[in-house]
């Protein structure tokens, strides 16, 4: 069965670092498209970043673009979000997802993700 495990989550000052990993296992993982998605309380699903099945193509929603980064290592079936210049408005829990897309051309749209892992709390203070 299909499992994604996120780690990395955790309380820091505005301005700070984080990385997030998500292990995944039960699945081909070189054939999908990972993406990083966040939640806060009262608050719909947000698109953070998502990369493609190679490693290839990324893409970053605009609140993001510039402080996060998002990449994979298909040989030990990882997927890492590293994010810098942390806002209090980054505060979320945020899930990894899995897309079996072999595309270059990849979705911000959470339905389009077939697995997804727990979650994982990123609290930011200010």
């Known amino acids: 069965q299909v499992q994604l495990v996120e780690s990395g989550g955790g309380l820091v000052q505005a301005g700070g670092s984080l990385k997030l990993s998500c292990a995944a296992s039960?699945?081909?993982?070189?054939?999908?498209?990972m993406g990083w998605f966040r939640q806060a309380p009262g608050k719909e699903r947000e698109f953070v970043a998502t990369i493609s099945y190679s490693g290839g193509t990324t893409r970053y929603a605009d609140r993001v673009k510039g402080r996060f980064t998002i990449s994979r290592d298909n040989r030990k079936n990882t997927v890492s979000l590293q994010m810098n210049s942390l806002k209090p408005e980054d505060t979320a829990v945020y899930l990894c997802?899995?897309?079996?897309?072999?595309?270059?051309?990849?979705?911000?749209?959470?339905?389009?993700?077939?697995?997804w892992g727990q979650g994982t709390q990123v609290t930011v203070s200010s």
């Open positions: 039960g699945l081909t993982f070189s054939n999908y498209a």
């Open positions: 997802a899995a897309d079996p897309n072999r595309s270059t051309i990849t979705s911000t749209i959470w339905r389009a993700y077939d697995y």
